[in-house]
C-alpha cells in the first residue's frame, strides 16, 4: 500500500473510534449517577413522554471498554495501513506456523508408513485411508474422486500406464511430473490433410472401426516414417517416451476419428506437475502406494 492510502485508512479507522468517544461524552449528561431524575424530555406522542435520563454507568462503561479493546488491537494486530504490529502477527505466518505443528505430530505416522514397501503398503486398509485422503486433497482436482480420470488426465485405475505402473515409476512420475510431448504431424510437419485423415483410418482399424482400408494402408506407410520412432513400429507405444498404444482402443485424447484427427494435427502436451516441491517424500510414497492399490486390488 502506498504511504498516501495508509495514512487514509489509518486516519479513518482510528477517526471512528475518536469520534465515537467523542460524541458519547458529547452527549453524555452532566450528571454522572445512574440515579433518575423527574425532568422530560419535553416531547410527547399519543400521551407518552420521555424521562431525560442519563445512560447507565455499565453501560457507557461497556462502551469505554470496546473503545481501549480497539485501540489494544490496532496496537497489536496488523489493521492500521502499512503499520505491522506490535506482535509481527500475520496470516501467512499464522498458517506456516500450524501446517508445522501439523507436520510435526503426523511426522511419526509418515515415517512408520515409508518404511513400508509399497507393494505392502498398498494392502494396508489403514494407510490406503490416509493415501486417499491425500489423494482427495492434491490429485481428484484433475484425476477425479476414484482416480477414473476424464479426457486428457489418465486413469489411474486401470492396468493401461503411459509411464509404466511398477512402483518406482508410479513415485519418479508423481516426484518430478510428467509432460507428454505429441509433436502436432509427428516428425512430418509438411503432412497434409490427406495424410492425416489416413492416419487417422490407420488407428481406427485397429479397434475395426474403419472400412476404407486403402486410407489405412497408405497411413500404416505414413506411420511408420512419422510415428513410429515414438509409438514403436506396431504403434503399441513406448512407455521411455510416455507415448501410449494406439493399437488397444483405450483413449487418452477421445477415441472419435474427430478427436484423434485433431490430436494428429494439432499435437498435444498433457501435464502432470511434480509434487516434490509441494509434498514430502513420506507423503509420496504414500500417495504412490495409493495410486498402486488402485489398479492392483
Ligand atoms: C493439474 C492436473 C493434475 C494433477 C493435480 C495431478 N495430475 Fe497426475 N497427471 C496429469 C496429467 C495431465 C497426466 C498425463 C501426463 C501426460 O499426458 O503425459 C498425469 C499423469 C499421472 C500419472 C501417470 C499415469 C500413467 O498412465 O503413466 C500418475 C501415476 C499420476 N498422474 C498421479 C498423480 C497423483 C498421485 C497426483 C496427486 C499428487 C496427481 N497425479 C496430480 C494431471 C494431473
Ligand atoms: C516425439 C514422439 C512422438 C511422435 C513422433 C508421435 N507421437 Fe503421438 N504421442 C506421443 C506422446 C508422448 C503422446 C501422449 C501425449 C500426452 O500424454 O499428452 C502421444 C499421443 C498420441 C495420440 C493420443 C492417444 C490417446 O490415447 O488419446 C495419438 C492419436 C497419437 N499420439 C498419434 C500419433 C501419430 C499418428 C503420430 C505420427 C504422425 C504420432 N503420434 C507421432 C509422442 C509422439
Given at each position: ?204 482399424s485397429f479397434s475395426d472401426r474403419t472400412d476404407d ?85
Amino acid at each position: 500500500m502506498t504511504s498516501f492510502w495508509s495514512y487514509w485508512t489509518s486516519i479513518i479507522s482510528l477517526g471512528v473510534i475518536f469520534g465515537c468517544v467523542w460524541l458519547l461524552y458529547a452527549t453524555r449528561k452532566s450528571q454522572t449517577s445512574d440515579t433518575e431524575t423527574e425532568q422530560k424530555m419535553g416531547h410527547s406522542f399519543d400521551g407518552i413522554e420521555e424521562y431525560d435520563n442519563p445512560l447507565p454507568k455499565w453501560w457507557f462503561h461497556m462502551f469505554m471498554a470496546t473503545v481501549v479493546f480497539g485501540l489494544a488491537y490496532y496496537f497489536l494486530y496488523p489493521g492500521l495501513g502499512n503499520y505491522k504490529g506490535y506482535l509481527d502477527w500475520t496470516s501467512t505466518g499464522h498458517w506456516e506456523q500450524e501446517i508445522k505443528e501439523a507436520n510435526e505430530k503426523y511426522e511419526p505416522i509418515f515415517t512408520a508408513l515409508a518404511a513400508k514397501p509399497v507393494e505392502e503398503l498398498a494392502k494396508d486398509a489403514e494407510a490406503m485411508k490416509i493415501g486417499q485422503r491425500l489423494f482427495a486433497n492434491n490429485c481428484s482436482l484433475c484425476h477425479g474422486s476414484t482416480g477414473r480420470g476424464a479426457l486428457g488426465f489418465p486413469n489411474l485405475t486401470d492396468n493401461n500406464w503411459l509411464y509404466g505402473g511398477d512402483a518406482a515409476t508410479i513415485k519418479e512420475t508423481i516426484t518430478h511430473g510428467r509432460t507428454g510431448q505429441m509433436p502436432a504431424k509427428g516428425l512430418n510437419p509438411a503432412m497434409n490433410k490427406a495424410d492425416v485423415s489416413n492416419l487417422t483410418h490407420y488407428l481406427l482399424s485397429f479397434s475395426d472401426r474403419t472400412d476404407d482400408i486403402k486410407a489405412a494402408k497408405k497411413g500404416s506407410q505414413m506411420f511408420q516414417t512419422a510415428c513410429a520412432a515414438c509409438h514403436g513400429a506396431d504403434a503399441k507405444g513406448n512407455k521411455a517416451a510416455g507415448a501410449p498404444d494406439l493399437t488397444d482402443n483405450v483413449w487418452l485424447y477421445g477415441s472419435t476419428a474427430a478427436k484423434i484427427n485433431q490430436t494428429i494435427t494439432f499435437g498435444r502436451a498433457g501435464m502432470m506437475p511434480a509434487q516434490k516441491d509441494m509434498l514430502d517424500e513420506n507423503k509420496i510414497h504414500v500417495l504412490t502406494a495409493y495410486v498402486y492399490s488402485l489398479s492392483n486390488k
